[in-house]
C-alpha cells in the first residue's frame, strides 16, 4: 500500500505564511505528478499547484505569483509554500499522486490522496 501523509496546516494571519508538506510512502516504484488541491469551505475541490517528476511545474492564476511547489524526489515529498495568504485561501489542502507502485512482485498503476489538511487564515 501507498499513502500518502500531509503536515504544516493551521492557523495563520492574512499576510502570514505557511508551508504544507506531503511525504509518500510504502511500495512504491515511481511517483509522476505531485498535485495540490483545495476545498474552501462550501465550495468544490480545485487545482492549486502540480509537478512532475522532472520540475515542471503549474500553478493556479489565484495563487500563482504568491504560492511555490516544489519536490524532493528522493524523499518522494512534495512542498506548498504559500505567502501573503489572504481568507480566500481557507480551505482543507489535498495532495494527490499518481505514478506505479510495485506490489507482489506486480506493477499497477497508482493514485493516491493524503488526508487533507485544514489551513484558516484569519485574524
Avoid at 67 to 72: A, E, H, L, P, V
Avoid at 92 to 104: E, F, H, K, M, T
Avoid at 106 to 113: D, G, K, P, T
Wanted: proline residues 3%; positive net charge.
Amino acid at each position: 500500500q501507498v499513502q500518502l501523509v500531509e503536515s504544516g496546516g493551521g492557523l495563520v494571519q492574512p499576510g502570514g505564511s505557511l508551508r504544507l508538506s506531503c511525504a509518500a510512502s510504502g511500495s512504491i516504484f515511481s511517483i509522476n505528478a505531485m498535485t495540490w488541491y483545495r476545498q474552501p469551505p462550501g465550495k468544490q475541490r480545485e487545482l492549486v499547484a502540480a509537478i512532475t517528476s522532472g520540475g515542471t511545474t503549474n500553478l493556479a492564476d489565484a495563487v500563482k505569483a504568491r504560492f511555490t511547489i516544489s519536490r524532493d524526489n528522493a524523499k518522494n515529498t512534495v512542498y506548498l509554500q504559500m505567502h501573503n495568504l489572504t481568507p480566500e485561501d481557507t480551505a482543507v489542502y489535498y495532495c494527490n499522486a499518481d505514478g506505479i507502485q510495485l506490489s507482489r512482485g506486480a506493477f499497477r498503476s497508482l493514485e493516491v490522496w493524503g488526508q487533507g489538511n485544514l489551513v484558516t487564515v484569519s485574524s
